[in-house]
């Protein structure tokens, strides 16, 4: 039997207590990310998750241990590619999706980097004085020129096609013009919770837009419910103050004394007097008179 480093135990133990400790478990992608930007998202993460790296092997042997105490939880392993870690939390896994999207950052390309969206470089005035750095940008592709002492771009120019590889020289005038199309970042590949696991074609949703969805199904289901008369701890007061005014109205409609209508419907006689009054006013003694003038 071959020998197994002690430290690789200790390891998969660690990682078994992580995804046992917490409710919310996401396999994430941190590979081609620099040092210093992994720390910095460590530090964006603090007191909201736990981030823990670590080999494939270990992490799925890890997943193993901790299945005979949550079930499903290895299902999580088919998501594990390139250089994994793994993500702990209590927060729901649509807000932690958000969350780590928030911590991407853009970078510059260095060459060779296939773009997922056209990288176009947009027409005006550089920083740029007249010089070499013209020829360079031409050479790149991009349509510079000098105009009135300033090295200008003429026009709107797509560099680089989505699909296709960055060109050196094209990454090099990118960078000189602080353009930056390299997105670098924690990607999720899964999360998991409660026994279901969630891909990010699920979780990346637009939270402003969902709120505002469920605030207004909400209200139409309230407006429903005011409708249809249904009675819960949201409507009763509502509907008690509808059935009250309906009531009153009902009351002041028909000439039911009370001592809520008496007043209205004084009021209410009054009003229809001075109107039939109006009509003619012969006949009329002094006060009538003096009412209506």
């Not at 197994?4 to 992580?18: C, G, P, R």
């Not at 550089?126 to 000098?146: N, R």
């Not at 560099?159 to 999720?188: C, Y």
Request: hydrophobic share 40%; glycine share 6%; aromatic share 6%.
């Amino acid at each position: 039997m071959a020998h197994v480093a002690k430290w690789k135990f200790k390891e998969v133990e660690e990682l078994k207590n992580l995804l046992t400790n917490k409710p919310v478990i996401g396999i994430v992608e941190i590979g081609g990310i620099p040092a210093p930007q992994i720390q910095k998202m460590r530090t964006n993460l603090q007191n909201i998750a736990e981030l823990k790296s670590s080999k494939n092997s270990l992490i799925k042997r890890a997943f193993d241990e901790a299945e005979k105490k949550v079930k499903g939880i290895s299902n999580l392993k088919e998501y594990i590619t390139g250089q994994t870690a793994i993500l702990a939390t209590d927060i729901n896994p649509f807000k932690i999706f958000n969350k780590i999207k928030t911590t991407r950052t853009n970078a510059p390309a260095k060459g060779g980097e296939i773009v997922s969206e056209d990288i176009e470089v947009k027409a005006g005035t550089t920083p740029f004085k007249p010089g070499p750095i013209v020829g360079d940008l031409q050479k790149a592709g991009i349509p510079a020129a000098i105009q009135e002492g300033k090295v200008v771009i003429k026009k709107d120019k797509v560099v680089v096609p989505a699909g296709e590889k960055i060109p050196k020289d094209v990454a090099q005038m990118l960078t000189r013009l602080e353009i930056f199309p390299i997105e670098i970042g924690m990607s999720i590949h899964g999360i998991f919770e409660q026994g279901n696991i969630y891909k990010p074609d699920i979780l990346d949703i637009d939270m402003g837009e969902f709120l505002l969805n469920i605030q207004k199904a909400s209200s139409n289901a309230f407006n429903l419910a005011i409708e249809t008369s249904w009675i819960n701890k949201n409507t009763i007061e509502p509907l008690l103050n509808k059935a009250y005014r309906n009531a009153f109205s009902l009351a002041i409609d028909r000439g039911i004394i009370n001592k809520k209508t008496i007043k209205h419907l004084i009021s209410k006689a009054h009003s229809s007097m001075i109107s039939l009054a109006s009509k003619s006013k012969d006949g009329l003694d002094e006060d009538l008179k003096n009412m209506m003038t």
